[in-house]
């Protein structure tokens, strides 16, 4: 049985800049670089309209400006889920893209039930602390919190002192009603 690689997709340079840029402006998580952060990711669209990541980028940045009230909900949370669409329909595999859908439920369409959301994504081939915590929140959405706790455990471990995962493991035990062990690490 022979086997068809997948042709490798090349990323121009220019590109992967313009998206770290965009990532790192998210990373800052205020008004002025989430703003910057969104101008980025429009930019390395334009440049790659394919760019999965980019979509996906640009979705979780919506949603932070709808959580975070740094944009009217009715505007960013739709866009938060036309951009994960269209990553989606880039890579259907896109954790990234399935969790912002799981937001856009959770926190615009109040499905608290989440039971709309994604409930297969598929494998994570790149094993990267973003795409497990990014899992892991999906998995805690959708309250299949022992796997969950898995995801973001593989995640610390891939970066032990990350504050961020740290953060996620109390978010992750509290949703599976674990409040005791819900703390801050020591």
């Known amino acids: 049985m ?27 998580q205020i008004v002025q670089a989430l703003a910057r952060s969104v101008d ?11 760019y999965v990541d980019a979509w996906a980028g640009l979705a979780e940045t919506y949603v932070l400006l709808g959580l975070f009230g740094l944009e009217p909900a009715h505007d960013a949370f739709p866009a938060a889920r ?4 269209r990553a989606l329909a ?3 595999s896109s954790a990234r893209a399935c969790t912002v859908l799981a937001d856009v439920k959770k926190f ?14 598929p494998s994570i081939s790149i094993r990267a602390p973003p795409r497990h915590k990014q899992y ?16 973001i455990e593989a995640a610390r471990r891939c970066d032990p002192v990350s504050p961020i995962i740290d953060a996620f493991v109390s978010y992750i035990l509290h949703e599976a009603r ?6 801050w690490p020591a």
Request: cysteine-free; aromatic content about 8%.
């Open 136 to 151: 892991a929140q999906l998995l805690a959405m959708l309250a299949r919190h022992d796997e969950a706790l898995a995801e």
């Open 82 to 85: 036309s951009a994960a669409e």
């Open 178 to 183: 674990q409040d005791d062990r819900a703390s």
């Open 90 to 92: 880039i890579d259907g």
């Open 108 to 121: 615009f369409e109040w499905d608290l039930g989440w039971r709309s959301a994604p409930t297969a994504v």
């Open 40 to 50: 980025y990711f429009r930019r390395t669209i334009e440049r790659d309209p394919e």
């Open 2 to 28: 022979t086997s068809v690689a997948a042709p490798v997709r090349v990323i121009s340079s220019e590109v992967r800049e313009t998206v770290l840029e965009a990532r790192y402006f998210r990373g800052k």
